[in-house]
Protein backbone atom coordinates (compact mmCIF):
# COMPACT_ATOMS: atom_id res chain seq x y z
CA UNK A 1 0.00 0.00 0.00
CA UNK A 2 0.90 3.67 -0.75
CA UNK A 3 0.27 7.39 0.66
CA UNK A 4 0.28 9.96 -1.94
CA UNK A 5 1.37 13.28 0.36
CA UNK A 6 1.01 16.78 -0.11
CA UNK A 7 3.89 17.18 -2.27
CA UNK A 8 6.62 20.29 -1.63
CA UNK A 9 7.10 21.84 -5.21
CA UNK A 10 10.06 23.60 -3.55
CA UNK A 11 12.06 25.29 -1.06
CA UNK A 12 9.56 28.06 -0.10
CA UNK A 13 6.23 25.71 0.42
CA UNK A 14 5.08 24.84 3.73
CA UNK A 15 1.35 24.78 3.00
CA UNK A 16 -0.84 23.43 0.09
CA UNK A 17 -4.68 23.63 -1.22
CA UNK A 18 -5.91 20.61 -2.35
CA UNK A 19 -8.08 22.45 -5.08
CA UNK A 20 -9.75 19.09 -6.91
CA UNK A 21 -9.64 15.48 -7.48
CA UNK A 22 -8.69 13.90 -10.68
CA UNK A 23 -8.96 10.78 -9.69
CA UNK A 24 -12.14 8.24 -7.43
CA UNK A 25 -11.74 5.45 -4.94
CA UNK A 26 -10.97 2.67 -7.50
CA UNK A 27 -8.84 4.08 -9.94
CA UNK A 28 -6.02 2.73 -11.83
CA UNK A 29 -3.46 5.12 -11.38
CA UNK A 30 0.38 4.52 -13.34
CA UNK A 31 3.54 7.02 -12.07
CA UNK A 32 3.62 10.17 -13.94
CA UNK A 33 -0.21 10.42 -13.84
CA UNK A 34 -1.75 14.00 -12.80
CA UNK A 35 -4.30 13.40 -9.90
CA UNK A 36 -5.04 16.18 -8.04
CA UNK A 37 -4.78 19.83 -8.43
CA UNK A 38 -2.75 21.77 -5.83
CA UNK A 39 -2.54 25.67 -5.10
CA UNK A 40 0.38 27.31 -3.29
CA UNK A 41 1.42 30.49 -3.00
CA UNK A 42 2.59 30.01 -6.30
CA UNK A 43 -0.43 29.56 -8.14
CA UNK A 44 -1.98 26.13 -9.22
CA UNK A 45 0.07 23.08 -9.86
CA UNK A 46 -1.06 19.70 -11.21
CA UNK A 47 0.22 17.15 -8.94
CA UNK A 48 1.85 13.79 -10.10
CA UNK A 49 1.64 10.31 -8.62
CA UNK A 50 5.06 8.83 -7.80
CA UNK A 51 3.10 4.89 -7.64
CA UNK A 52 1.24 2.27 -9.49
CA UNK A 53 -2.09 1.15 -7.83
CA UNK A 54 -5.60 1.92 -7.68
CA UNK A 55 -6.81 4.91 -5.37
CA UNK A 56 -8.03 3.28 -2.15
CA UNK A 57 -9.20 6.36 -0.19
CA UNK A 58 -9.19 10.04 -0.97
CA UNK A 59 -8.79 11.81 2.55
CA UNK A 60 -8.53 14.95 1.85
CA UNK A 61 -12.11 17.21 0.83
CA UNK A 62 -11.16 19.68 -1.64
CA UNK A 63 -10.74 23.28 -0.69
CA UNK A 64 -8.46 21.89 2.61
CA UNK A 65 -5.55 23.50 3.36
CA UNK A 66 -3.14 21.23 4.50
CA UNK A 67 0.98 21.17 5.72
CA UNK A 68 3.54 19.74 3.37
CA UNK A 69 3.56 16.18 3.74
CA UNK A 70 0.01 15.56 4.81
CA UNK A 71 -1.61 12.32 3.41
CA UNK A 72 -4.22 13.03 0.79
CA UNK A 73 -4.88 9.50 -0.27
CA UNK A 74 -3.88 5.95 0.80
CA UNK A 75 -3.31 3.77 -2.81
CA UNK A 76 -3.09 -0.05 -2.97
CA UNK A 77 -0.03 -1.22 -4.53
CA UNK A 78 -1.84 -4.42 -6.02
CA UNK A 79 1.39 -6.62 -6.03
CA UNK A 80 3.75 -3.71 -7.69
CA UNK A 81 7.02 -3.12 -6.73
CA UNK A 82 7.36 -0.87 -3.82
CA UNK A 83 7.13 2.88 -4.37
CA UNK A 84 9.99 3.90 -7.22
CA UNK A 85 12.80 6.10 -5.20
CA UNK A 86 12.23 9.62 -5.63
CA UNK A 87 13.25 11.14 -9.08
CA UNK A 88 15.78 12.77 -6.94
CA UNK A 89 17.00 11.17 -4.43
CA UNK A 90 17.83 12.51 -0.81
CA UNK A 91 15.54 15.49 -1.36
CA UNK A 92 13.59 16.86 1.17
CA UNK A 93 10.52 16.62 -0.73
CA UNK A 94 7.48 14.59 0.99
CA UNK A 95 7.26 11.89 -1.42
CA UNK A 96 4.53 8.69 -1.04
CA UNK A 97 6.26 5.83 0.64
CA UNK A 98 5.63 2.49 1.35
CA UNK A 99 3.87 1.75 4.12
CA UNK A 100 4.73 -0.58 6.56
CA UNK A 101 1.34 -2.67 7.40
CA UNK A 102 -0.08 -4.55 4.54
CA UNK A 103 -3.19 -4.86 6.69
CA UNK A 104 -5.64 -2.79 4.50
CA UNK A 105 -6.64 -5.10 1.40
CA UNK A 106 -6.16 -3.92 -2.34
CA UNK A 107 -9.75 -2.15 -3.22
CA UNK A 108 -10.50 -4.40 -6.45
CA UNK A 109 -10.97 -1.70 -9.60
CA UNK A 110 -14.42 -1.35 -9.67
CA UNK A 111 -15.44 -1.14 -5.80
CA UNK A 112 -17.79 2.06 -5.15
CA UNK A 113 -16.15 5.31 -3.08
CA UNK A 114 -16.06 4.25 0.52
CA UNK A 115 -18.60 5.64 2.16
CA UNK A 116 -16.67 7.38 4.97
CA UNK A 117 -15.31 9.60 2.48
CA UNK A 118 -18.15 10.39 0.09
CA UNK A 119 -16.00 11.51 -2.53
CA UNK A 120 -16.97 15.04 -3.45
CA UNK A 121 -19.46 15.77 -6.56
CA UNK A 122 -16.73 16.65 -9.49
CA UNK A 123 -17.94 19.27 -11.60
CA UNK A 124 -16.18 18.60 -15.13
CA UNK A 125 -13.99 22.22 -14.79
CA UNK A 126 -10.28 23.17 -15.57
CA UNK A 127 -8.42 23.80 -12.33
CA UNK A 128 -7.84 27.75 -13.67
CA UNK A 129 -11.18 28.26 -14.44
CA UNK A 130 -11.80 26.74 -11.07
CA UNK A 131 -9.80 29.42 -9.92
CA UNK A 132 -11.03 32.08 -12.07
CA UNK A 133 -14.45 31.42 -10.67
CA UNK A 134 -13.33 31.90 -7.09
CA UNK A 135 -11.59 35.14 -7.84
CA UNK A 136 -14.74 36.32 -9.66
CA UNK A 137 -17.36 34.86 -7.33
CA UNK A 138 -18.98 33.23 -10.35
CA UNK A 139 -21.06 29.80 -8.89
CA UNK A 140 -18.86 26.85 -10.34
CA UNK A 141 -22.64 25.25 -10.26
CA UNK A 142 -24.31 27.53 -12.79
CA UNK A 143 -22.14 28.10 -15.36
CA UNK A 144 -22.68 25.72 -18.85
CA UNK A 145 -19.13 24.23 -20.62
CA UNK A 146 -18.51 24.63 -23.75
CA UNK A 147 -15.38 22.82 -23.78
CA UNK A 148 -15.03 19.13 -24.62
CA UNK A 149 -17.58 16.71 -23.18
CA UNK A 150 -19.10 19.68 -21.44
CA UNK A 151 -15.61 20.95 -19.14
CA UNK A 152 -16.28 24.56 -17.82
CA UNK A 153 -13.03 26.84 -19.61
CA UNK A 154 -12.02 29.50 -18.87
CA UNK A 155 -14.03 31.37 -21.20
CA UNK A 156 -17.12 30.04 -19.86
CA UNK A 157 -16.59 31.51 -16.45
CA UNK A 158 -15.62 34.81 -17.71
CA UNK A 159 -18.98 34.91 -19.86
CA UNK A 160 -20.75 33.97 -16.67
CA UNK A 161 -19.09 36.64 -14.62
CA UNK A 162 -19.91 39.31 -17.37
CA UNK A 163 -23.82 37.89 -17.49
CA UNK A 164 -23.36 38.22 -13.85
CA UNK A 165 -22.10 41.55 -13.85
CA UNK A 166 -24.81 43.17 -16.45
CA UNK A 167 -27.69 41.63 -14.31
CA UNK A 168 -27.14 42.51 -11.74
CA UNK A 169 -26.11 46.00 -12.58
CA UNK A 170 -23.95 46.48 -10.29
CA UNK A 171 -21.20 50.10 -10.96
CA UNK A 172 -18.81 48.82 -8.47
CA UNK A 173 -16.54 46.32 -9.60
CA UNK A 174 -17.04 42.37 -7.93
CA UNK A 175 -15.89 43.40 -4.29
CA UNK A 176 -14.11 39.87 -4.17
CA UNK A 177 -12.02 40.75 -7.05
CA UNK A 178 -9.69 43.19 -5.33
CA UNK A 179 -8.80 41.50 -2.32
CA UNK A 180 -8.20 37.98 -4.14
CA UNK A 181 -5.73 40.20 -6.44
CA UNK A 182 -3.85 41.44 -3.22
CA UNK A 183 -3.91 37.86 -1.65
CA UNK A 184 -2.42 36.27 -4.61
CA UNK A 185 0.05 39.41 -4.59
CA UNK A 186 1.27 39.05 -0.96
CA UNK A 187 1.40 35.04 -0.90
CA UNK A 188 3.65 34.96 -4.19
CA UNK A 189 5.70 37.58 -2.05
CA UNK A 190 6.27 36.19 1.10
CA UNK A 191 6.97 32.95 -0.70
CA UNK A 192 9.59 34.22 -2.96
CA UNK A 193 11.25 36.23 0.53
CA UNK A 194 11.17 32.84 2.36
CA UNK A 195 13.36 31.00 -0.62
CA UNK A 196 15.25 33.89 -1.38
CA UNK A 197 16.41 34.67 2.45
CA UNK A 198 17.13 31.51 3.11
CA UNK A 199 19.42 31.52 0.19
CA UNK A 200 20.93 34.26 1.11
CA UNK A 201 21.49 32.95 4.63
CA UNK A 202 22.45 29.44 3.90
CA UNK A 203 24.59 29.99 0.56
CA UNK A 204 27.20 31.24 0.70
CA UNK A 205 27.35 33.02 -2.75
CA UNK A 206 30.51 33.83 -4.99
CA UNK A 207 29.70 35.70 -8.50
CA UNK A 208 31.86 35.38 -11.69
CA UNK A 209 30.95 36.97 -15.00
CA UNK A 210 32.03 37.05 -18.73
CA UNK A 211 31.25 38.58 -22.13
CA UNK A 212 29.62 36.09 -24.89
CA UNK A 213 30.49 37.34 -28.04
CA UNK A 214 27.45 36.31 -29.77
CA UNK A 215 28.13 37.64 -33.47
CA UNK A 216 28.40 33.76 -34.62
CA UNK A 217 25.74 32.21 -32.44
CA UNK A 218 23.31 35.05 -34.16
CA UNK A 219 24.14 34.88 -37.71
CA UNK A 220 24.08 30.49 -37.60
CA UNK A 221 20.56 31.67 -36.01
CA UNK A 222 19.48 34.00 -38.48
CA UNK A 223 20.47 31.76 -41.49
CA UNK A 224 18.04 29.47 -39.32
CA UNK A 225 15.19 31.20 -39.38
CA UNK A 226 15.41 32.80 -42.62
CA UNK A 227 14.34 29.23 -44.23
CA UNK A 228 11.81 28.78 -41.25
CA UNK A 229 8.07 29.50 -41.02
CA UNK A 230 7.16 31.75 -38.15
CA UNK A 231 6.18 28.80 -36.14
CA UNK A 232 9.25 26.97 -36.08
CA UNK A 233 11.37 30.17 -35.63
CA UNK A 234 14.25 29.92 -32.64
CA UNK A 235 14.73 32.32 -29.99
CA UNK A 236 18.23 33.34 -28.99
CA UNK A 237 17.27 32.71 -25.24
CA UNK A 238 16.43 28.87 -26.16
CA UNK A 239 20.32 29.20 -27.92
CA UNK A 240 21.59 30.33 -24.87
CA UNK A 241 19.71 27.19 -22.69
CA UNK A 242 20.72 24.95 -24.78
CA UNK A 243 24.44 25.98 -24.54
CA UNK A 244 23.77 25.94 -20.64
CA UNK A 245 23.55 22.51 -20.57
CA UNK A 246 26.30 21.87 -23.32
CA UNK A 247 28.34 23.39 -20.86
CA UNK A 248 26.98 21.77 -17.68
CA UNK A 249 27.71 19.05 -18.96
CA UNK A 250 31.46 19.35 -18.88
CA UNK A 251 31.01 21.11 -15.27
CA UNK A 252 28.70 18.71 -14.04
CA UNK A 253 29.61 19.76 -10.22
CA UNK A 254 27.42 23.49 -10.82
CA UNK A 255 23.93 20.92 -11.67
CA UNK A 256 22.67 19.24 -8.60
CA UNK A 257 22.29 20.12 -5.10
CA UNK A 258 23.56 21.06 -1.67
CA UNK A 259 21.26 18.94 1.12
CA UNK A 260 22.49 17.97 4.55
CA UNK A 261 25.71 19.15 4.26
CA UNK A 262 26.82 16.90 1.40
CA UNK A 263 27.02 18.51 -2.27
CA UNK A 264 24.90 15.82 -4.66
CA UNK A 265 25.67 16.14 -7.98
CA UNK A 266 22.75 15.29 -10.50
CA UNK A 267 22.99 12.96 -14.03
CA UNK A 268 19.89 14.96 -15.39
CA UNK A 269 20.47 18.18 -16.79
CA UNK A 270 16.87 19.84 -15.80
CA UNK A 271 16.83 23.85 -16.19
CA UNK A 272 14.49 25.65 -14.06
CA UNK A 273 13.67 28.71 -16.56
CA UNK A 274 12.87 31.94 -14.41
CA UNK A 275 9.29 33.22 -15.77
CA UNK A 276 8.14 36.72 -14.65
CA UNK A 277 4.31 36.25 -13.97
CA UNK A 278 2.03 39.17 -15.53
CA UNK A 279 0.52 39.45 -12.18
CA UNK A 280 3.13 39.92 -10.47
CA UNK A 281 6.06 37.57 -9.17
CA UNK A 282 8.11 34.78 -10.51
CA UNK A 283 8.39 31.08 -10.83
CA UNK A 284 11.44 28.45 -12.21
CA UNK A 285 10.17 25.24 -13.80
CA UNK A 286 11.95 22.80 -14.75
CA UNK A 287 12.94 22.19 -18.40
CA UNK A 288 13.62 18.29 -17.88
CA UNK A 289 16.88 16.56 -19.35
CA UNK A 290 17.78 20.14 -21.63
CA UNK A 291 21.11 18.10 -23.25
CA UNK A 292 19.23 15.43 -24.84
CA UNK A 293 16.25 18.01 -26.27
CA UNK A 294 17.44 19.26 -30.16
CA UNK A 295 17.03 23.10 -30.59
CA UNK A 296 13.51 22.69 -32.01
CA UNK A 297 12.76 19.86 -29.37
CA UNK A 298 13.77 23.09 -26.92
CA UNK A 299 12.49 25.83 -28.64
CA UNK A 300 8.70 23.49 -28.39
CA UNK A 301 8.96 22.65 -24.84
CA UNK A 302 9.89 26.14 -23.52
CA UNK A 303 6.75 27.10 -25.50
CA UNK A 304 4.55 24.61 -23.49
CA UNK A 305 6.03 25.41 -20.10
CA UNK A 306 5.56 29.54 -20.71
CA UNK A 307 1.95 28.65 -21.62
CA UNK A 308 1.11 26.40 -19.03
CA UNK A 309 2.81 28.52 -16.53
CA UNK A 310 0.37 31.19 -17.62
CA UNK A 311 -2.76 28.70 -17.58
CA UNK A 312 -1.76 27.07 -14.53
CA UNK A 313 -0.84 23.63 -15.62
CA UNK A 314 2.21 23.18 -14.29
CA UNK A 315 2.96 19.64 -13.29
CA UNK A 316 4.48 19.23 -9.37
CA UNK A 317 8.11 17.89 -11.24
CA UNK A 318 8.56 20.63 -12.67
CA UNK A 319 8.56 21.92 -9.62
CA UNK A 320 10.52 19.87 -7.79
CA UNK A 321 13.23 18.62 -10.27
CA UNK A 322 15.34 21.76 -11.29
CA UNK A 323 18.71 21.15 -11.20
CA UNK A 324 20.02 24.66 -11.56
CA UNK A 325 18.51 27.57 -13.43
CA UNK A 326 18.78 30.00 -15.64
CA UNK A 327 17.09 33.74 -15.71
CA UNK A 328 17.13 35.89 -18.79
CA UNK A 329 16.12 39.54 -18.80
CA UNK A 330 17.64 40.15 -22.23
CA UNK A 331 13.99 41.49 -22.76
CA UNK A 332 14.69 44.74 -20.62
CA UNK A 333 17.49 46.71 -20.83
CA UNK A 334 19.37 45.40 -18.15
CA UNK A 335 23.27 44.02 -18.96
CA UNK A 336 24.13 41.78 -16.11
CA UNK A 337 22.13 39.92 -13.71
CA UNK A 338 23.42 38.54 -10.43
CA UNK A 339 20.97 35.78 -9.18
CA UNK A 340 19.76 34.33 -5.98
CA UNK A 341 20.62 30.87 -6.16
CA UNK A 342 17.48 28.70 -5.38
CA UNK A 343 18.00 25.87 -2.93
CA UNK A 344 18.96 23.26 -2.84
CA UNK A 345 19.99 24.17 -6.14
CA UNK A 346 24.07 25.43 -6.04
CA UNK A 347 24.52 27.55 -9.07
CA UNK A 348 22.26 29.67 -11.21
CA UNK A 349 23.36 31.22 -14.46
CA UNK A 350 22.08 34.73 -15.59
CA UNK A 351 21.83 36.29 -18.95
CA UNK A 352 21.68 40.08 -19.74
CA UNK A 353 20.54 41.86 -22.99
CA UNK A 354 22.67 41.21 -26.23
CA UNK A 355 23.42 44.14 -27.57
CA UNK A 356 26.59 45.53 -29.25
CA UNK A 357 29.51 46.33 -27.92
CA UNK A 358 32.92 47.75 -28.54
CA UNK A 359 35.08 44.65 -29.09
CA UNK A 360 39.06 44.23 -28.64
CA UNK A 361 40.14 41.05 -30.33
CA UNK A 362 43.27 40.35 -31.61
CA UNK A 363 45.09 43.73 -31.56
CA UNK A 364 41.20 45.03 -33.56
CA UNK A 365 38.63 47.35 -32.27
CA UNK A 366 35.40 46.58 -33.48
CA UNK A 367 31.96 46.20 -32.85
CA UNK A 368 29.97 42.90 -32.24
CA UNK A 369 26.84 41.49 -30.80
CA UNK A 370 27.45 40.71 -27.08
CA UNK A 371 26.04 39.26 -23.69
CA UNK A 372 27.05 39.12 -20.49
CA UNK A 373 26.54 35.79 -18.77
CA UNK A 374 26.65 35.64 -14.90
CA UNK A 375 27.47 32.14 -12.79
CA UNK A 376 25.88 32.91 -8.97
CA UNK A 377 27.56 29.82 -7.22
CA UNK A 378 27.61 27.95 -3.93
CA UNK A 379 30.90 28.37 -2.43
CA UNK A 380 30.15 25.23 -0.59
CA UNK A 381 29.87 22.84 -3.31
CA UNK A 382 32.31 24.52 -6.20
CA UNK A 383 34.90 27.09 -6.07
CA UNK A 384 35.79 30.25 -8.83
CA UNK A 385 37.88 28.12 -10.75
CA UNK A 386 35.42 25.80 -11.35
CA UNK A 387 33.10 28.15 -12.11
CA UNK A 388 35.00 29.66 -14.83
CA UNK A 389 35.83 26.58 -16.63
CA UNK A 390 31.97 26.93 -16.98
CA UNK A 391 31.64 30.27 -18.20
CA UNK A 392 34.58 29.18 -20.26
CA UNK A 393 32.92 26.23 -21.73
CA UNK A 394 29.60 27.68 -22.61
CA UNK A 395 31.65 31.11 -24.67
CA UNK A 396 32.93 27.82 -26.55
CA UNK A 397 29.77 26.36 -27.30
CA UNK A 398 27.94 29.58 -28.14
CA UNK A 399 31.05 29.47 -30.72
CA UNK A 400 30.34 26.79 -32.45
CA UNK A 401 26.32 27.11 -33.25
CA UNK A 402 26.25 24.25 -35.80
CA UNK A 403 27.28 21.47 -33.17
CA UNK A 404 24.73 22.92 -30.19
CA UNK B 1 -9.82 41.69 -45.47
CA UNK B 2 -11.61 45.25 -44.09
CA UNK B 3 -8.86 47.68 -41.44
CA UNK B 4 -11.63 47.04 -39.58
CA UNK B 5 -11.39 42.88 -39.58
CA UNK B 6 -7.42 43.33 -39.11
CA UNK B 7 -7.90 45.84 -36.32
CA UNK B 8 -9.89 42.69 -34.72
CA UNK B 9 -7.46 40.21 -35.09
CA UNK B 10 -4.65 42.35 -33.62
CA UNK B 11 -6.17 43.68 -30.80
CA UNK B 12 -7.62 39.88 -29.95
CA UNK B 13 -3.91 38.65 -30.39
CA UNK B 14 -2.76 41.12 -27.71
CA UNK B 15 -5.56 40.19 -25.25
CA UNK B 16 -4.77 36.70 -25.60
CA UNK B 17 -0.59 37.90 -24.21
CA UNK B 18 -1.44 40.42 -22.33
CA UNK B 19 -5.12 39.46 -21.00
CA UNK B 20 -5.20 42.16 -18.19
CA UNK B 21 -4.21 45.16 -20.63
CA UNK B 22 -6.99 46.92 -22.63
CA UNK B 23 -4.43 47.16 -26.14
CA UNK B 24 -7.35 49.65 -27.20
CA UNK B 25 -5.63 52.51 -25.63
CA UNK B 26 -1.98 52.03 -26.86
CA UNK B 27 -1.07 55.15 -29.20
CA UNK B 28 -0.24 54.11 -32.52
CA UNK B 29 3.41 55.03 -32.47
CA UNK B 30 4.16 53.52 -28.66
CA UNK B 31 6.36 50.26 -28.53
CA UNK B 32 4.13 47.53 -27.85
CA UNK B 33 6.00 45.27 -25.75
CA UNK B 34 7.77 47.91 -24.01
CA UNK B 35 3.82 49.16 -23.18
CA UNK B 36 2.25 46.23 -22.17
CA UNK B 37 5.29 44.18 -20.59
CA UNK B 38 5.62 41.19 -23.50
CA UNK B 39 9.11 39.67 -23.46
CA UNK B 40 10.16 37.78 -26.53
CA UNK B 41 8.43 34.73 -26.12
CA UNK B 42 4.94 36.17 -25.72
CA UNK B 43 5.03 38.56 -28.72
CA UNK B 44 6.37 35.68 -31.42
CA UNK B 45 3.31 33.83 -29.62
CA UNK B 46 1.19 37.30 -30.68
CA UNK B 47 2.73 37.08 -34.30
CA UNK B 48 2.44 33.43 -35.32
CA UNK B 49 -1.47 34.41 -34.31
CA UNK B 50 -1.37 37.05 -36.49
CA UNK B 51 -0.08 34.87 -39.40
CA UNK B 52 -1.99 32.33 -38.91
CA UNK B 53 -5.41 34.83 -39.12
CA UNK B 54 -4.20 36.74 -41.90
CA UNK B 55 -1.71 34.94 -43.56
CA UNK B 56 1.11 37.25 -43.19
CA UNK B 57 4.48 35.27 -41.89
CA UNK B 58 6.65 38.06 -41.16
CA UNK B 59 10.53 37.22 -41.23
CA UNK B 60 12.52 37.16 -38.28
CA UNK B 61 14.54 40.85 -39.94
CA UNK B 62 11.10 42.65 -40.19
CA UNK B 63 10.42 42.05 -36.50
CA UNK B 64 11.25 45.36 -35.89
CA UNK B 65 9.04 47.08 -38.57
CA UNK B 66 5.75 46.03 -36.10
CA UNK B 67 6.81 47.02 -32.91
CA UNK B 68 4.47 49.58 -33.08
CA UNK B 69 0.78 49.68 -33.95
CA UNK B 70 0.72 52.08 -36.62
CA UNK B 71 3.74 50.14 -38.00
CA UNK B 72 2.53 46.52 -37.46
CA UNK B 73 -0.95 47.55 -39.35
CA UNK B 74 1.37 48.96 -41.98
CA UNK B 75 2.89 46.18 -42.67
CA UNK B 76 0.03 43.86 -42.87
CA UNK B 77 -2.26 46.07 -44.69
CA UNK B 78 1.17 45.97 -47.53
CA UNK B 79 1.69 42.29 -47.34
CA UNK B 80 -1.92 41.80 -47.61
CA UNK B 81 -2.62 44.12 -50.71
CA UNK B 82 0.10 42.23 -52.41
CA UNK B 83 -1.30 39.00 -51.58
CA UNK B 84 -3.46 37.59 -54.56
CA UNK B 85 -6.98 37.37 -52.89
Known amino acids: MGEFRMPSLGADMEMGTLVEWMVKPGDRVSRGDIIAAVET?????????????????????????????????????????????????????????????????PVPALSPPQPAVSAPKRLPISPSARKLAAELGVEIGAIPGTGPHGVIQRADVERAAQE?????????????EKPAAVDYQSGMRQAIAAAMSRSNREI????????????????????????????????????????????????????????????????????GFAISLRQGGLIAPAIHNVDLLSLDELMAATRDLISRTRSGHLRSSEMTD???????????????????????????????????RPWAENGMLGVRRAVTATLSADHRATDGHRGSLFLEALNRHLQDPENL | MTDAQLEEIVFRGLRQIAPEADPTVLLPDENIRAAL????????????????????????????????LAGLFRYLSAALAKKPS
Request: negative net charge; without cysteine; glycine residues 6%.
Open chain 1, 322 to 356: ATTTVTNLGDLGVNTVYGVIYPPQVALIGFGRISE
Open chain 2, 37 to 68: DVDSYDFLQFLIAISEETGVDIPEADYQKVFT
Open chain 1, 41 to 105: QKGLFEVENYDNGVVQELLVQPGTEVPVGTVLATLSSEGMAPAAAPAVPGRTVAMPVPAAEPAVK
Open chain 1, 204 to 271: PHYYLETAIDMSAALSWLEGENLKRSIKDRILPAVFLLKAVARALAEVPELNGFWIDNRHQVQESVNI
Open chain 1, 164 to 176: KKAAVQAPPPPAA
